[in-house]
């Protein structure tokens, strides 16, 4: 989506459904579709669905698997596109299509498994057609957000979970002097917009983290537990799935230690964007909603989007003027911790949008960081820094010690696991030792068998010899996805490569994080070590001896 049409007056009226009541095993009716979307409308737009499904208990291993083919079959039998991620523990996607369709989908989800039928479907309509995926990916993964708490890790959101309150709960929540908000989200997110409670109302408190990963370790420490002990709690998100989990963590963590208590745990049902549509003036909210999807932002209805002239805003003036409007909010209104400024990070200029996908440099941050229009041009990426890199903030590191016992004990069950499945074979005390194999995972689908065999012998100048490329084949579909084994003359040579190949990437990678995404131009310096890495651009290769017998290696295709 071009940046001076993300605001710009449309004609069309924008329809938004949200539902005030949760939905409960009786599936609550899908809204009707706009009477300019019927079959018989010339008019093409599109629709969009966010929703997010948790299973408890969560699905075995078969069940993931099905759920997964089933709802991408879906998907694509109806045109849908999107992107979502599926884990044992539930389901959560952005998705696009017509009308018709999209409510085509949510109905035959919710026949699918049962569970759907209590899902939140959040659609709007009428939407440019340039908001629309272009393509339907669907993820497998461990947890749908990424907080480190997968499997045994997760406290139960069952036992554990917050309490879900309408937007106009949670806005009279706000005016409460003893409550604490913690947005959930990322601070690159918070930055550009967030909730600011009144005057002599509940306090913010800002998590600064670079990612979910970084939340319990937040949580767990002690400056947090001050500010949040014997305090009402109310946590916030994008649209309320990172806050199933936070708030599930957090009553966990006060169950576990008698010292650590709050008044209670809540979260706004629907997130932002349901707050937002509830109240179309902001309520206490300034700035913009960071989104994941081609709108890239909400903002509230009734927010001035027009000059002093009274035309449309461009990207350039709205960004000014969001920005502006959240720092104007800092002065009046204080907040425990509060979140970075939504600044230019090379002038310092006051702007509020992230275009041209800009990255913190340090190699342990990378998250989104904002750059003016007119320091795009020049800036040098490799001298980017975000807010808390440059003022060299460190996250807490220490998780909850009921995370670190289950973590250990995951650990424990995995390595009798593997013990047990090597004990019960015919090579029982034996110790499989490297062979000539070399793994690479992750490889993008279009890779040339030349192209690995290049690479392979350049990590080595050339003193390797390739015997045979292999791709890894599933066996139940044929299909390749990405993995593939490189064959090597002994096991001398794929020890060489494996010690050599880890500097390459380094080098390379670091040369590529200076390039501009989706545009295929060699590096500066370093090209000619490595053509491999300058075609995956920005897929990551992952290397890793083949430490077992060439009798339990996957399927493979031999390339000549």
């Not at 890894?472 to 003359?489: M, R």
Request: glycine share 6%; proline share 6%; aromatic share 8%.
């Amino acid at each position: 989506m071009g940046a001076d049409v993300v605001h710009v007056e449309d004609t069309r009226e924008v329809v938004v459904h949200a539902w005030q009541a949760r939905p409960t095993s009786n599936s609550a009716p899908l809204p009707s579709i706009p009477t300019n979307q019927n079959a018989s409308s010339s008019v093409c737009s599109t629709s969009i669905v966010l929703f997010y499904q948790y299973v408890d208990p969560a699905w075995t291993p078969s069940v993931h698997k099905a759920r997964l083919k089933e709802i991408i079959s879906l998907a694509t039998s109806l045109h849908v596109t999107g992107r979502g991620r599926c884990a044992r523990e539930g389901l959560n996607c952005t998705l696009t299509a017509c009308a018709e369709n999209i409510r085509k989908f949510c109905e035959a989800l919710r026949e699918v498994d049962p569970v759907f039928r209590e899902t939140d479907f959040k659609i709007t309509d009428n939407l440019p057609a340039t908001e629309r995926f272009k393509a339907l990916t669907l993820r497998k993964v461990d947890e749908l957000v990424a907080y480190g708490l997968e499997g045994a890790k997760a406290p139960s959101l069952r036992e554990y979970g917050g309490t879900h309150l309408e937007a106009t709960e949670y806005h009279k929540c706000l005016q409460n002097p003893n409550a604490v908000v913690v947005d959930v989200r990322n601070a690159y997110e918070t930055a550009v917009g967030h909730i600011r409670p009144p005057p002599g109302g509940a306090q913010l408190v800002d998590p600064r983290m670079r990612n979910s990963g970084e939340f319990a370790a937040w949580l767990n420490s002690e400056e947090t537990k001050q500010k949040l002990q014997g305090k009402e709690v109310l946590m916030y998100c994008t649209g309320g799935i990172r806050c199933e989990r936070a708030t599930a963590l957090l009553n966990k963590m006060t169950s576990e230690d008698d010292g650590f208590k709050v008044q209670g745990v809540s979260h706004v049902r629907g997130g932002i964007e349901r707050y937002l549509k509830t109240f179309p003036s902001g309520g206490y909210w300034t700035g913009m909603n960071y989104l994941f999807d081609r709108r890239q932002e909400q903002l509230p209805e009734n927010h001035n989007l027009v000059d002093l002239a009274g035309k449309p805003m461009g990207s350039d003036q709205l960004a000014e003027a969001i920005a502006g409007e959240v720092l104007s909010r800092r002065e009046t209104t204080a907040a425990a911790v509060e979140p970075p400024q939504p600044k230019c990070c090379v002038c310092a200029r006051p702007y509020a949008l992230y275009r041209g996908q800009f990255h913190c440099a340090m190699r342990e941050c990378k998250v989104p960081v904002i750059v003016c229009p007119a320091c795009a041009p020049k800036c040098s990426r490799s001298l980017l820094r975000c807010p808390l890199c440059t003022e060299g903030y460190t996250a807490p590191k220490q998780r909850p010690a009921f995370l670190q016992n289950a973590a250990m004990e995951a650990d424990a069950t995995a390595k009798s696991e593997t013990e047990f499945t090597q004990g019960s074979t015919s090579h029982v005390g034996t110790k499989f030792s490297p062979n000539r194999r070399i793994f690479f995972g992750k490889l993008p689908l279009h890779v040339r068998a030349s192209t690995l065999r290049e690479f392979v012998v350049r990590c080595c100048d050339g003193a390797v010899n390739v015997e045979r490329v292999l791709w890894a084949i599933d066996p139940s579909t044929c299909g390749f996805y990405g993995s593939a084994f490189v064959e090597l003359s002994s096991d001398v040579e794929a020890e060489r490569v494996l010690s050599q190949a880890s500097h390459v990437l380094d080098k390379q990678l670091a040369a590529l994080s200076r390039c501009k995404k989706r545009k295929r131009r060699r590096p500066s310096a370093g090209a000619e070590d490595n053509p491999f890495i300058l075609q995956i651009e920005r897929c990551f290769v992952l290397l890793a001896h083949h430490h077992v017998q060439d009798r339990d290696a996957p399927p493979c295709v031999l390339l000549y």
